[in-house]
């Protein structure tokens, strides 16, 4: 595949994930927050149709590496590359709407761009939540309002989707069904998609590459690869790390946000989600 | 037939209801009602510029409210250690005493503070009304202009931020046009009163409406059937308008709520 598009500097960055040309790319970002160093010398890069996962403890700076690969904030040093004309689709870490703002869903789908109700229609169908249009913002649960941001940011047409923590506030049988949509998305319209998650089974399960930040790139690469990285096992801890190889199993079903089982190709439940409710069903195959 | 001076105050009234009430459910939405609090105290300081440089008192009101307006935009752009509020409390109340202690330094000058603090409606000129109606009309032409990334940044910065709207831009914007309300208000129901003009329309009016513009709209209305109440009850009773009215926004905001509790069982908060 093509390494850059035409006219665009690659100053000598790695070739990204093995899918072509970066839509985004960091080199040496270092950033600090009143003298405090938040990044450090961080490279990372998203390649066209590549789940890219962020992983890291809390305060490694994961989502102000998002807000600088998105412009939202100006590193120090280093320097950041997007595709000429790149739309980014984003998606931010759990939004709060105030009961006190009376908004609709298919108003907020058009807040900033406009669109013609049908693309909204197919966008809010798209995610699952056709049937929320006229609903109120402020009523709707977790898993229903990051679909309504996931259709909002589809309806932008976005090259790389920008996901922070995605399935925060979000059931355990709703966040599985919400990676996969995100899979699914991006089989469909070959979107890169940049992310931050908590949930190390499904990013290990889901994702094409992992950067396992702390302020500075711990590891990164194949989820293989990191979750056998002494970085990463020091990180998360042996017994945490080592759970992949026990729990790295294929479902063949999902639950959908009612409950019932759906089959599946791909994703996974972290272990003891499905306890009590569907144990006999669930196992490694 | 009503007096020419009830007249005057009537439309006063509803020129500034009519735009309190747009401004105000931004107010709500933005959790500024502090801000809102902080640009009226300031406003006596304004007076006493106003004085002090001998022009119209609206514009001193107008040149403080927006130099300490602009004080908070860089103090909070500066990552300080103290949190907003407390930034807003100190502004406040030293911008209050300021302008008492610059008022009381001038003792040449005669000032019914009274009418500054809580208004003077019932002596509204014919060139106040003009003002205020020009005024009026200027804030809301600029609140329609900015209404769309205003909206957007109210719902969520960072990803209106992110989504391209120039984010702080139209949160300063509407900072200052909050300092320009806060001028036109100050004859209306002086400067402790001024926020609740722009607060209790919006909130009442927000369990009537189903999106943010019917929210501004019904405002207005709210504001406008408050000021005609308080005056009314002002006239009869012959109670101070300025609270007359707040009074009469707040039995309106109250009404509601009963209202909107026995119809639907929505319960506020």
Same mark, same amino acid.
């Given at each position: 595949m093509s390494s850059t598009r035409g006219g665009v500097n690659n100053e000598g960055a790695a070739a990204p994930?093995? #899918?072509?040309?970066?839509l985004v790319a960091a080199r040496g970002v270092y950033l600090s927050f009143s003298g405090r160093p938040v990044l450090k010398d961080v490279d990372v890069e998203v390649g066209g149709g590549e789940i890219v996962t962020v992983i890291g403890p809390n305060g490694a700076g994961k989502t102000t590496l998002l807000r600088v690969l998105m412009g939202l904030l100006r590193p120090d040093r280093g320097r950041v590359q997007r595709q000429p004309g790149l739309r980014i689709g984003y998606l931010p870490q759990r939004i709060h709407v105030d009961p006190v703002m009376p908004l609709k869903v298919d108003r907020l789908m058009t807040l900033v761009r406009r669109a013609r109700p049908a693309d909204v229609a197919d966008a809010l169908a798209e995610t699952g939540v056709g049937h929320l249009r006229a609903a109120p913002v402020s009523a709707l649960s977790g898993g229903e309002l990051q679909r309504v941001l996931l259709a909002r940011a589809l309806l932008a047409r976005p090259d790389l989707l920008v996901l @922070?923590?995605?399935?925060?506030?979000? @059931?355990y049988a709703g966040e599985a069904a919400l990676y996969q949509l995100i899979g699914e998305l991006r089989a469909r319209r070959g979107c890169g998609v940049l992310m931050i998650s908590h949930d190390l089974h499904v990013v290990m399960a889901a994702t094409d590459r992992v950067l396992c930040l702390?302020?500075?790139?711990?590891c990164a690469g194949t989820p293989d690869a990191v979750s056998q990285h002494p970085e990463y096992v020091r990180l998360f801890g042996r017994q945490t790390a080592g759970a992949f190889a026990v729990y790295a199993h294929r479902h063949d079903h999902q639950h959908d946000l009612g409950g019932n089982p759906v089959h599946l190709q791909t994703g996974r439940l972290p272990e003891g989600s499905a306890k009590g409710r569907n144990a006999g069903e669930e196992g490694p195959a | 037939m009503m007096e020419p001076f009830l007249v005057r105050a009537l439309l006063a009234g509803l020129c500034f209801a009519a735009v309190a009430g747009p401004a105000g459910c931004f107010i709500v939405w933005r959790r500024m009602a502090y801000f809102g609090d902080t640009m009226a105290h300031s406003a006596l300081l304004g007076v006493a510029v106003g004085f002090l440089l001998a022009i119209e008192p609206m514009l001193g009101v107008l040149a403080v409210c927006v130099a300490v307006a602009m004080v908070l935009v860089v103090l909070q752009r500066s990552r300080p250690w103290l949190s907003s509020d407390a930034l807003l409390g100190i502004l406040s109340h030293s911008a209050l005493s300021f302008g008492l202690v610059a008022i009381g330094l001038m003792a040449w000058i005669r000032v019914d503070l009274l009418s500054y603090l809580f208004? @003077?409606?019932? #002596?509204?000129t014919a060139a106040d009304l003009w003002l205020l109606a020009g005024g009026g009309a200027i804030v809301l032409a600029l609140l329609a202009a900015i209404w769309r990334p205003l909206l957007a940044a109210s719902v969520h910065e960072d990803l209106a931020r992110a989504e391209g709207i120039p984010v702080a831009a139209v949160s300063t914007a509407f900072m200052l046009l909050v300092a320009l309300v806060v001028a036109l208000a100050m004859k209306i129901v002086g400067i402790l009163l001024v926020t609740s003009l722009l607060i209790i329309p919006a909130a009442t009016a927000r369990r009537f409406a189903r999106s943010p513009e019917t929210m501004a709209l019904i405002a207005a209305l709210c504001g406008m059937l408050a000021v005609a109440a308080g005056l009314a009850l002002s006239i009869r009773l @012959?109670?101070?308008a300025g609270p007359s009215i707040v009074a009469a926004a707040a039995a309106l905001f109250a009404v509601a709520q009963v209202q909107v509790r026995r119809r639907t069982g929505i319960t506020p908060g």
């Open positions: 994930g093995e #899918s072509g040309r970066w @922070d923590e995605p399935v925060q506030g979000v @059931d702390n302020h500075h790139v711990c | 208004g @003077d409606i019932l #002596s509204v @012959d109670t101070p």
